[in-house]
């Protein structure tokens, strides 16, 4: 019998954050398989440790002994809008690893999110004094100031760490502000280039995206910003998280893009994602409350922990 995972959405993030999901599976000796949601998916299976292949959603073919887990196939997801008042009323103040917990206890898993098993990744020495910014996401509200960014490289530089920043050039102005001002970028033209490069840094500072469930996955010591009503929080020990306040009604999408259930049977996934930018001066900007000193004392703390253990 082989068992298909579907994760519980489309994303990279996604994929990563239903991975103590597999990771259950796997350690009790099944043979398991990824069910790819979308292209954001497809290719990551390779490394996945103990993981038998992957297969895309559209060409999922069951036998009669197989079974798929399907994260997205559960009342907590059909039946409820995770947004909505009327779903924390319920289930309490969502956080997705609460979320997929429930849903996997349902199917009779376990999922830890608090030791996570590493991706294989290809090693690379000349990392390891590095700390990497991911200042950019498809979010509107994900965007850090630009002198925060530039004011708290200054500081780790002074303390003798490289900075560099990853993500897609000619997509992002947050990311193109940070390559004017003299940051090193490093391309990454794969997810496995990506993976690469944030398991063998010093740490990870970055807003709430895929690249940044990438190095909780990994161990590395990581800064994530987020949304106050986010529900990304990650409780693993290496990460801290970072909130934001609430956005003004200046700086709100059109909304479009999501359905009025969590869990539509045929989710756009090039509509999931939003890359407005935040319409506030950068002092009223919703993540200007986290300031570059906070985030300094914070990556010293976990970058001594991690050497200690």
């Known amino acids: 019998m082989s068992t298909f995972v579907a994760p519980i959405d489309v994303g990279m993030g996604d994929l990563f954050i239903s991975l103590p999901v597999f990771q259950a599976l796997i350690e009790a000796g099944e043979d398991v398989y990824l069910v790819a949601r979308s292209f954001r998916q497809i290719g990551l299976s390779n490394r996945i440790v103990g993981i038998k292949g992957e297969i895309a959603e559209a060409d999922l073919c069951l036998s009669s002994d197989d079974r798929l887990i399907n994260l997205r196939a559960h009342p907590l997801q059909t039946d409820h809008n995770w947004a909505s008042a009327e779903f924390e009323d319920f289930f309490g103040l969502p956080r997705i690893e609460k979320i997929i917990e429930k849903i996997a206890i349902d199917f009779g898993i376990v999922a830890d999110y608090r030791n996570l098993a590493k991706l294989q ?110 529900i990304h929080h990650r409780s693993a020990a290496n990460v801290k998280v970072f909130e934001g306040t609430a956005c003004s009604s200046k700086c709100q999408p059109v909304k479009i893009l999501k359905p009025d259930y969590a869990a539509a049977a045929n989710l756009n996934v090039n509509l999931k994602f939003n890359r407005e930018y935040c319409k506030l001066p950068d002092a009223e900007n919703c993540m200007a409350v986290i300031t570059p000193h906070m985030v300094l004392a914070e990556i010293n703390v976990q970058i001594c922990h991690n050497k200690k253990a």
């Open 121 to 230: 990744f290809e090693h690379m020495p000349a990392l390891q004094n590095t700390i990497l910014f991911v200042p950019a996401s498809d979010g509107f509200y994900k965007h850090w100031p630009t002198a925060n960014w530039l004011s708290l490289a200054s500081a780790l530089q002074a303390d003798g760490h490289k900075i560099a920043v990853l993500g897609e050039k000619n997509h992002s102005m947050a990311l193109e502000a940070l390559i004017a001002a003299g940051l090193e970028w490093l391309p990454t033209a794969t997810i496995d280039d990506a993976i690469d490069l944030i398991s063998n840094c010093l740490a990870v500072v970055s807003v709430d995206t895929g690249l940044m469930h990438i190095a909780v996955q990994q161990g590395v010591p990581t800064c994530a910003f987020v949304h106050p009503r986010n």
